[in-house]
Nanobody, 127 residues
Framework: QVQLLESGGGLVQAGGSLRLSCAASGRTITSYAMGWFRQAPGKERELVAAINWNGEKTYYTNSVKGRFTISRDNAKNTENTVYLQMNSLKPEDTAVYYC?????????????????WGQGTQITVSS
């Protein structure tokens, strides 16, 4: 059973940067696709970025393309961590960000395809 724990959230001014980390425990995620979702107040949860099992394929929602980068390091000492580098942050990026795992090698773009979720971390971007 995989457990996921996000870190790196916080308050940042518009134009600033943050890096989220998602640490997995319980079993390795090297053969899993991973995703970062977010949910803003009063809105549905949306997929922000996803990465396949070996990092060679990525997906970004249009609003974050060119600003966010998802990555994973499958080297032995960091193989259970996925990152989301967020640059040029905007107030509309304010949300709770969730890490999720999909027990399949390829990216999924639907929420139901992800079976394990972290508890979420708050990102607040001030204008």
């Amino acid at each position: 059973q995989v457990q996921l724990l996000e870190s790196g959230g916080g308050l940042v001014q518009a134009g600033g940067s943050l890096r989220l980390s998602c640490a997995a425990s319980g079993r390795t995620i090297t053969s899993y696709a991973m995703g970062w979702f977010r949910q803003a107040p009063g809105k549905e949860r949306e997929l922000v970025a996803a990465i396949n099992w070996n990092g060679e394929k990525t997906y970004y929602t249009n609003s974050v393309k060119g600003r966010f980068t998802i990555s994973r390091d499958n080297a032995k000492n960091t193989e259970n961590t996925v990152y989301l580098q967020m640059n040029s942050l905007k107030p509309e990026d304010t949300a709770v960000y969730y890490c999720a795992s999909r027990p399949w090698i390829d990216i999924g773009t639907f929420e139901y395809q992800y079976t394990t979720w972290g508890q979420g971390t708050q990102i607040t971007v001030s204008s």
